[in-house]
């Protein structure tokens, strides 16, 4: 079913990133709004007041299932205080704007690493990776993944994604940034740390990725969360075996079955 939402929600500081994601709606649809209403000056629009204020376009675009995400930040503080409104097609959004407040960039602690590496197998053709995200801020961060295949020349497709515990989950489902990641492929990321005050940090240099194939042994192809903070998934990793154990037994107790059948 179609949905939207943004973030931050209810409250924006005066420069503070937006990030407006829809989700289930036809590939395109978030990025024709705002390249549309771009066209006609995107605008933050002060209810009950004058104040109208353009809306720079960081990125529009598409990721992969349907999922669709704009990065959005004021040209101009906006009036701490006052609500302003931003409409994006058919759908708009409010927000009340905090008072100024001075705080020091988020910063990046390290490199990303892989933490763990799930293959999906071949009727999904899809891999998932998860990476440690250490950075340091006030207040929410999100980070601001851009991604395509090392050495190409195509263009990058970008996405922010929330952290969790410190980790990144990175694949196509609309919760993990909606990474088309091929298996088997090295990617290259570039990555910023973001925060709701409008700082946008570069991690120095790109990190270099291979997402897990078919050809990787069995413990490649597990879904991996950190043991050593205590993230298990049981589920995850043990279904597709656990369902091949299921089927293995019903052959052979079919097998039993018929064999005593047919002694006489």
């Known amino acids: 079913m179609p949905g939207a939402e943004v973030w931050p929600s209810g409250e924006l500081e005066p420069r ?85 407040v001075e705080v020091p960039a988020p910063t990046w602690l390290g490199v990303p690493q892989v933490v763990g590496r799930e293959y999906m197998g071949a009727s999904c053709a899809e891999s998932r990776l998860l990476l440690s995200a250490p950075v340091s801020g006030t207040g929410p961060l999100q980070v601001e993944v851009q991604t395509r295949r090392e050495s190409s020349t195509e263009a990058y497709r970008a996405h922010v994604v929330a952290p969790e515990d410190g ?44 997402a897990p194939g078919p050809e990787d042994p069995l413990p490649a192809r597990l879904r991996v969360l950190l043991v050593e903070r205590g993230h298990t998934d049981v589920w995850a990793v043990t279904w597709p075996y656990g369902l091949g154990l299921i089927g293995l037994a019903l052959v052979l107790g079919a097998a039993i079955v018929a064999s005593r059948r047919a002694r006489p």
């Open 167 to 210: 980790l990144l989950d990175l694949g196509r489902r609309f919760r993990n940034g909606s990474f088309d990641f091929r298996p088997g492929a090295t990617y290259e990321l570039r990555m910023w740390v973001l925060d709701t005050h409008g700082h946008r940090v570069a991690l120095p240099a790109p990190v270099v990725v291979r």
């Open 16 to 100: 503070g990133f937006i990030v407006a994601t829809t989700w289930g709606s036809p590939p395109g649809a978030l990025g024709t709004a705002v390249q549309q209403a771009r066209a006609h000056d995107l605008q933050l629009r002060q209810e009950g007041g004058d104040d109208i204020v353009p809306v720079e376009v960081l990125f529009a675009g598409d990721g992969a299932g349907h999922t669709s995400q704009a990065l959005l930040r004021p040209s101009r503080p906006l009036r701490p205080g006052a609500t302003y409104r931003l409409t994006l097609g058919p759908q708009e959004f409010r927000w009340r704007v905090s008072p100024a």
